[in-house]
């Protein structure tokens, strides 16, 4: 697939994130099996706000691996980031559907955070095939303990949300393990230190915007 190909793939992609158009596997909500007991306004919208921020770093991860696969020049390596991007768009469903019970919304910055990460996916995987899977195992790891912080931090009644987050969770560890087993080496300081910004800019952000 040449650039021209990818670069439609990704205005594509970018597109259905942020309309929320996602398609994914197709996997069940796997928060739907739990009664959604939380009552009280106050921890609706503390669950609200925390999966506003969870949602922002699924449409990064959209972003992320779409702009990986755009950069890459390996068919294996782009089917198998395109493999992870669609376990991805299960969890902004999954996040997206939790949103709207709680009578939340998505972060307005959407866009920005797809258009950052895009351009750091694509920087990764300019810089080869070890350098684009050790952007999958750094951010994995980044979400991983991410979503452990907001795992404990849930009101204890909102088991609807946990069980989403603890699905995404297992899903972000074995993302992070293949990139290890296909090669992945750790990331240049100037990416590492530019997607810990990020991050942290998007975490805060997200919250409240």
């Not at 810089?127 to 452990?148: R, S």
């Amino acid at each position: 697939m040449d650039f021209a190909d990818s670069l439609i793939l990704s205005i594509d992609n970018a597109l259905r994130t942020l309309t929320g158009e996602s398609r994914g596997t197709g996997r069940p909500n796997p928060g739907t099996s739990h009664p959604d007991r939380l009552l009280r306004p106050w921890e609706r919208q503390k669950s609200g706000r925390m999966l506003r921020v969870d949602h922002a770093g699924e449409v990064m991860a959209q972003a992320l691996y779409t702009g990986q696969a755009a950069g890459s020049h390996d068919p294996e390596l782009q089917a198998t980031l395109r493999q992870a991007r669609s376990e991805e768009e299960d969890h902004l469903r999954w996040c997206a559907e939790r949103l709207q019970e709680l009578g939340s919304r998505p972060s307005l910055l959407g866009p920005l955070w797809y258009a950052s990460a895009w351009g750091m996916g694509f920087a990764a995987a300019r810089m080869g095939k070890e350098a684009n899977l050790g952007l999958v195992v750094a951010v994995e790891n980044l979400v991983e303990d991410h979503l452990a912080g907001h795992l404990h931090d849930l009101p204890e009644k909102d088991q609807r949300s946990r069980a989403i987050l603890e699905e995404m969770q297992k899903d972000e560890i074995g993302h992070a393990e293949k990139a290890e087993k296909l090669g992945a080496r750790e990331l240049a300081a100037p990416l590492r230190l530019a997607m810990g910004a990020l991050s942290k800019i998007m975490t805060r952000s997200a919250l409240w915007l």
